[in-house]
C-alpha cells in the first residue's frame, strides 16, 4: 500500500463516503470484482467500478474522471494485461496504477497463475521494484474479500490516527499472513500403508466425495495415515492443507475455531465461527485433516453445514466412531498384514511382512544391532500375531527388544500384555501404553454400551447378537443396538460369515475388558449364563445332527467350538452333571469333516479339560488293541463289530455323532500281567445303555 499526501479537510454531507475505485480486467476476475464491492460496503464505504453504470463518454475518459475523485486505489491482477486504447503504449489496466499516485493503494495479486501475461509480469515487477507500492497474493474470492476488508480497516485506523494532517505512509499489518497450520512432520517411517494411501487419496479425488472418516481401535495407526494422505494431495488442495488436532478439545463447540486457527483465518470480531470459517474458505480448494474426533462428534452437523456452504472444502477424519452424515465415506484402517510361518516361508519373505517390518524397524531404534534371524524368526511372528498386527502393541513391544530377546518378550506377552510396557514420551499420554489407549477408547462409552463390552469379553472367537442377548440379560433389539454401537467406537469387529453376521473383538481389547468383567459383582452370573446359552444350543443340536441338516448344524458348532469349550470348563468347574451334553457337542465341532463321526485333530486341544475325560485306549481309535510284547501270550483286548458304539457315557444326552459304528468293547485282558505292558492300566468293561455314570465315575480312569 502507498500513502499519497494529506487532504485537505472537508465537510462532507452524510450521503458522501469515502469512495474506494477497483482497478482490474472485467471478464477474468468477475467474480473477485463483485467479493472485493461487498467487503467496501460491509464498511459502509463507496466502491467505484467501471460497470456499475452505462456513461455516455469515452471508457478511458470514464476511468480517469472516477479515479479523480475518489480516495483510495484497489489493484486486482491476475493473468490478462488488457488491449491499448488507440493511441496508447499501455492498456487501461496499467494506466489506472500509474494515475493512482496519489491514492493509497492496496494492491492484490490472484496466484497460481501459469499463463499469465508477459506484459503484466513487467509490470508486477515494476510494482514491486516501486518503493512506494507493495501487494499481496490470494486464491480465492472469499480470501480476497476478508483481505480487502481487513486492510481497508486499518488503512482508515491509520487516517484517523494522524488526525493531525500528517501524512501516514505504513503498510497495513497482516494478520492472517500466518497461513493454515501445516502438517506434522513424521519422525519414524511409515510401512505397510502404501495401498491404503492410495485407498483413501483416491477417494478424496473423486468429486462427489467431500467427507472421509478414518476409523479403527486406537493405536492402529489412523492419524498417520492421514497425514500421508495430506502431504500426496497437497498439490490438489491449492488454497491449503491445515491439520486440525483435536485430542485436548472437549466441547464439541470449540471445534470450528480450533478449525479457524489451523486454517489462518481471523475470528477476532467476527459472528459466528462458521460465517467466519465460510467467508474464510469460500470456493477454495481446502483440505481439513480432522485428528482424534471421537470425542467431539456432536459438532457433525456443523462440519455438514460447513461442507454444504464451502463446494470446495474436502475433510478427512480420524476418529474411533463415525459421524453419521450423509456425505460421510468410512475407511476401517485394518491392522496391518500378519506374517505367515516362519516354517513355511523363507526369511527374505517373512522380513517383508508389514508388522515383522515394522517390529525390525522399530527394534533397531532401540537396539541397532537387531537383526531378524532363523532363531528369532519364529518368535518375533508369533509377537506380531499375539498382537495382531496393532501398530502401536508392536511399536511398545518392539522398544522392550533393549533388555529382552524376542523368545523371552514372547514369553511375557503370553502371561500379560502389559508386558509391553511403555512407548515414547513424545507420544500423546493415551498412546503412552496399551492399556491407556483401550481405557481412552472405552471412556468414550455409555454406561450400556461399556455394560455390554465387558460381558462379550466372556465369549471366545466371537458371539452372534443372540447369544450377546441372552448372556447380558437384554432383549436382542437393545443388544443389537449396543452392538451397532460398539462397531461404530470401533472396539468391536462385524465379519459376515455363511451362518450370518459374527461381532468379535481384538485380543488385545478382550485381554483388558475380561480384567473388567472379573472385577464386577454379577460376573459368576453372567459366567453362568454363558454356559446355560451354549449348553441349550448343544441340547438343541442333538436331534438335527442325526437327520438332514447334520451339515449345517456341524459348521455352527464349529463357530461356537471356543464358546463350547469355555461352557466345558466352566461346567466342569461349577457343575459337572450338564458338561456331558456340552463335551459331545465341542467333540462334534472339533470332527474333521462332516461325511464322518470321529472328532477331529483339534477338538481336545480346545478343550483340555474335556480330552482328560474323553480319552481313550489305545493311540487309534475306533480300531484293534493288542498287548504289548511284555503281555504275549495273556488274553487281548477285542473289538468286535456291532450295530452302533455305545455312546461313551450311557444315558447321557450326548449328541449322536459322537457313535462309531461298527465297534463295541468287549473287555479288558484278564491276565495280572496287562499291568507290565504298555496298554497300562486295567480297564473296565463297557456297561449298558441303562448303567448310570457320572463325571465324578467316568467309564475309564483320567
Known amino acids: 500500500m502507498s500513502q499519497g499526501p494529506r487532504d485537505e479537510p472537508v465537510i462532507r454531507t452524510p450521503d458522501r463516503r469515502l469512495r474506494v475505485f477497483v482497478s482490474s480486467t472485467l471478464g477474468e476476475l468477475a467474480d473477485e470484482r463483485r467479493a472485493v464491492s461487498r467487503a467496501i460496503e460491509a464498511l459502509r464505504l463507496t466502491p467505484v467500478?467501471?460497470?456499475?453504470?452505462?456513461?455516455?463518454?469515452?471508457?478511458?475518459?470514464?476511468?480517469?474522471?472516477?479515479?479523480?475523485?475518489?480516495?483510495?486505489?484497489?489493484?486486482?491482477?491476475?493473468?490478462?494485461?488488457?488491449?491499448?486504447?488507440?493511441?496508447?503504449?499501455?492498456?487501461?489496466?496499467?494506466?489506472?496504477?500509474?494515475?493512482?499516485?496519489?491514492?493509497?493503494?492496496?494492491?492484490?495479486?490472484?496466484?497460481?497463475?501459469?499463463?499469465?501475461?508477459?506484459?503484466?509480469?513487467?509490470?508486477?515487477?515494476?510494482?514491486?521494484?516501486?518503493?512506494?507500492?507493495?501487494?499481496?497474493?490470494?486464491?480465492?474470492?472469499?480470501?480476497?474479500?476478508?483481505?480487502?476488508?481487513?486492510?481497508?480497516?486499518?488503512?482508515?485506523?491509520?487516517?484517523?490516527?494522524?488526525a493531525a494532517g500528517q501524512a501516514a505512509a505504513a503498510v497495513p499489518s497482516q494478520p492472517n499472513a500466518r497461513g493454515p497450520r501445516p502438517l506434522p512432520v513424521s519422525t519414524t517411517s511409515l510401512l505397510g500403508r502404501e495401498r491404503a494411501v492410495d485407498e483413501v487419496a483416491g477417494l478424496l479425488?473423486?468429486?462427489?466425495?467431500?467427507?472421509?472418516?478414518?476409523?479403527?481401535?486406537?493405536?492402529?495407526?489412523?492419524?498417520?495415515?492421514?497425514?500421508?494422505?495430506?502431504?500426496?494431495?497437497?498439490?490438489?488442495?491449492?488454497?491449503?492443507?491445515?491439520?486440525?488436532?483435536?485430542?485436548?478439545?472437549?466441547?464439541?463447540?470449540?471445534?470450528?475455531a480450533a478449525i479457524g486457527r489451523a486454517a489462518g483465518a481471523d475470528l477476532a470480531g467476527a459472528g459466528a465461527p462458521l460465517e467466519a470459517l465460510a467467508e474464510t474458505f469460500g470456493d477454495g480448494a481446502w483440505l481439513l485433516v480432522l485428528d482424534n474426533l471421537e470425542q467431539v462428534v456432536q459438532v457433525a452437523p456443523d462440519l455438514g453445514e460447513l461442507l454444504a456452504r464451502c463446494p470446495g472444502v474436502a475433510i478427512l477424519a480420524t476418529s474411533r466412531t463415525v459421524l453419521e452424515l450423509r456425505a460421510e465415506r468410512e475407511y476401517p484402517v485394518p491392522p496391518l498384514a500378519l506374517p505367515a510361518g516362519p516354517a513355511t516361508v523363507p526369511l527374505e519373505e517373512l522380513a517383508s511382512s508389514p508388522a515383522v517390518a515394522l517390529f525390525v524397524d522399530r527394534a533397531r531404534a532401540v537396539r541397532p544391532d537387531f537383526e531378524l534371524t532363523e532363531g528369532n524368526a519364529a518368535a518375533v511372528a508369533e509377537i506380531c500375531r499375539r498382537l495382531e498386527g496393532l501398530p502401536l502393541a508392536i511399536e511398545l513391544a518392539?522398544?522392550?527388544?533393549?533388555?529382552?530377546?524376542?523368545?523371552?518378550?514372547?514369553?511375557?506377552?503370553?502371561?500379560?500384555?502389559?508386558a509391553l510396557g511403555t512407548g515414547a514420551v513424545d507420544l500423546p499420554e493415551r498412546q503412552r501404553t496399551l492399556r491407556a489407549t483401550v481405557e481412552w477408547s472405552v471412556g468414550l462409552l455409555e454406561d450400556d454400551e461399556r455394560s455390554l463390552l465387558e460381558v462379550t469379553a466372556g465369549f471366545t472367537d466371537g458371539w452372534t447378537i443372540q447369544a450377546a442377548a441372552q448372556?447380558?440379560?437384554?432383549?436382542?433389539?437393545?443388544?443389537?443396538?449396543?452392538?451397532?454401537?460398539?462397531?461404530?467406537?470401533?472396539?468391536?469387529?462385524?465379519?459376515?460369515?455363511?451362518?450370518g453376521p459374527r461381532s468379535r473383538m481384538l485380543e488385545t481389547v478382550r485381554e483388558f475388558m475380561a480384567e473388567r468383567l472379573a472385577a464386577r459383582p454379577d460376573a459368576a452370573e453372567v459366567g453362568r449364563r454363558h454356559a446355560g446359552f451354549y449348553r441349550a444350543l448343544a441340547e438343541q443340536a442333538d436331534r438335527p445332527l442325526r437327520g438332514p441338516g447334520r451339515s449345517e448344524w456341524t459348521e455352527r458348532l464349529q463357530a461356537e467350538a471356543g464358546n463350547l469349550a469355555a461352557a466345558v470348563r466352566w461346567y466342569l468347574a461349577h457343575d459337572r452333571g450338564p458338561s456331558r451334553t456340552c463335551s459331545g457337542s465341542c467333540i462334534c465341532s472339533g470332527r474333521s469333516g462332516t461325511s464322518g463321526a470321529r472328532p477331529g485333530p483339534g477338538w481336545s486341544s480346545c478343550c483340555p479339560a474335556l480330552a482328560r475325560w474323553t480319552r481313550r485306549p489305545g493311540p487309534s481309535w475306533p480300531g484293534r488293541r493288542r498287548c504289548s510284547p511284555a503281555t504275549s501270550g495273556t488274553t487281548r483286548r477285542r473289538w468286535r463289530p456291532t450295530s452302533t458304539w455305545r455312546r461313551f457315557w450311557p444315558g447321557s444326552r450326548i449328541p449322536s455323532c459322537t457313535r462309531w459304528p461298527g465297534w463295541r468293547w468287549r473287555g479288558p485282558c484278564r491276565s495280572p500281567a496287562t499291568t507290565a505292558g504298555r496298554c497300562g492300566r486295567r480297564r473296565p468293561r463297557w456297561r449298558s445303555s441303562a448303567a448310570k455314570t457320572s463325571l465324578s465315575s467316568p467309564p475309564w480312569p483320567r
Open 205 to 256: 479425488e473423486r468429486p462427489e466425495v467431500r467427507l472421509v472418516t478414518l476409523t479403527g481401535p486406537g493405536g492402529v495407526g489412523k492419524t498417520r495415515l492421514a497425514v500421508a494422505v495430506g502431504e500426496r494431495l497437497r498439490d490438489r488442495f491449492g488454497a491449503g492443507t491445515a491439520f486440525v488436532p483435536l485430542d485436548s478439545v472437549t466441547d464439541s463447540g470449540q471445534v470450528l
Open 49 to 162: 467500478m467501471f460497470e456499475l453504470g452505462a456513461r455516455p463518454y469515452p471508457p478511458r475518459e470514464v476511468y480517469q474522471q472516477y479515479l479523480a475523485q475518489s480516495d483510495v486505489f484497489i489493484g486486482l491482477y491476475w493473468q490478462r494485461y488488457g488491449q491499448p486504447a488507440p493511441g496508447m503504449q499501455v492498456s487501461g489496466l496499467e494506466e489506472e496504477f500509474d494515475l493512482s499516485g496519489a491514492l493509497p493503494r492496496l494492491l492484490y495479486v490472484k496466484a497460481p497463475a501459469a499463463d499469465r501475461d508477459p506484459r503484466l509480469g513487467d509490470l508486477l515487477a515494476r510494482i514491486q521494484d516501486d518503493a512506494s507500492a507493495s501487494y499481496r497474493h490470494f486464491r480465492t474470492p472469499a480470501e480476497l474479500g476478508r483481505l480487502v476488508r481487513d486492510d481497508l480497516a486499518v488503512l482508515l485506523s491509520e487516517r484517523f490516527a494522524a
Open 398 to 418: 518392539a522398544a522392550r527388544t533393549r533388555l529382552l530377546d524376542p523368545a523371552a518378550l514372547l514369553d511375557r506377552l503370553t502371561a500379560s500384555l502389559d
Open 471 to 499: 448372556v447380558a440379560g437384554l432383549e436382542e433389539d437393545r443388544a443389537l443396538e449396543l452392538c451397532e454401537a460398539l462397531a461404530r467406537h470401533s472396539l468391536v469387529a462385524i465379519d459376515s460369515t455363511e451362518l
